[in-house]
C-alpha cells in the first residue's frame, strides 16, 4: 500500500491506495474508502513503484444569487471550525458564500439523502472561510462541506 498527504486549498488529505486493478482503484481518502474508476489502466508492474494518483479536489465557492455580501478578511481561507456532513448524499442548494457571517442555527446548505431534503445548520457563529462543496456533488458521512471562523 502507497500512502500520500495532499494539501488542497489548504485541506489536508491523506491518500492510501490500497488496491489497483486494471482501470480501478481502491482508495482511502482522510479514512473513507472510494473506488476510483482510471482514466487509463495503471501498467501492473509501475502500480508497485509508480502509482498515478490524483487527488480529492474541493469545489471552488460558488456564490448563489442572494443579497450580494462583502468578504470580510478576518480569517483566511478555510481556517476555522469545519462543517462536516452528517451523512452520505448529495448537495442540492448552497445558501451561503464566503465572508457571509452566519449564526449557529442558520442553514448553510441543503442535503439530499433518500429522497429527503436536509438542512445542515451552522454548528458555530462565525464567518464562512470556505465553501468546499457545490449544488450536484456527492459527499460521504463526515466530509468537511464549509469551514467557520
Do not use: W
Amino acid at each position: 500500500m502507497n500512502k500520500y498527504q495532499y494539501k488542497v486549498q489548504g485541506v489536508d488529505y491523506d491518500v492510501e491506495i490500497e488496491e489497483v486493478e486494471g482501470n480501478l482503484a481502491k482508495v482511502n481518502v482522510n479514512g473513507i474508502s472510494f473506488e476510483v474508476e482510471l482514466q487509463q489502466p495503471i501498467n501492473p508492474a509501475h502500480a508497485i513503484t509508480k502509482p498515478k494518483v490524483v487527488a480529492p479536489q474541493p469545489a471552488a465557492p460558488r456564490p448563489v444569487a442572494a443579497a450580494p455580501v462583502q468578504p470580510q478578511p478576518a480569517a483566511p481561507a478555510g481556517a476555522g471550525m469545519p462543517t462536516k456532513s452528517p451523512l452520505p448524499g448529495t448537495v442540492t442548494s448552497i445558501n451561503v458564500v464566503v465572508g457571509q457571517k452566519v449564526n449557529e442555527g442558520d442553514p448553510i446548505l441543503v442535503l439530499e439523502a433518500m429522497k429527503m431534503q436536509n438542512n445542515i445548520e451552522a454548528e458555530c457563529s462565525g464567518t464562512i472561510t470556505s465553501v468546499l462543496v457545490k449544488p450536484g456533488d456527492t459527499v460521504m458521512e463526515g466530509s468537511v462541506l464549509v469551514t467557520i471562523g
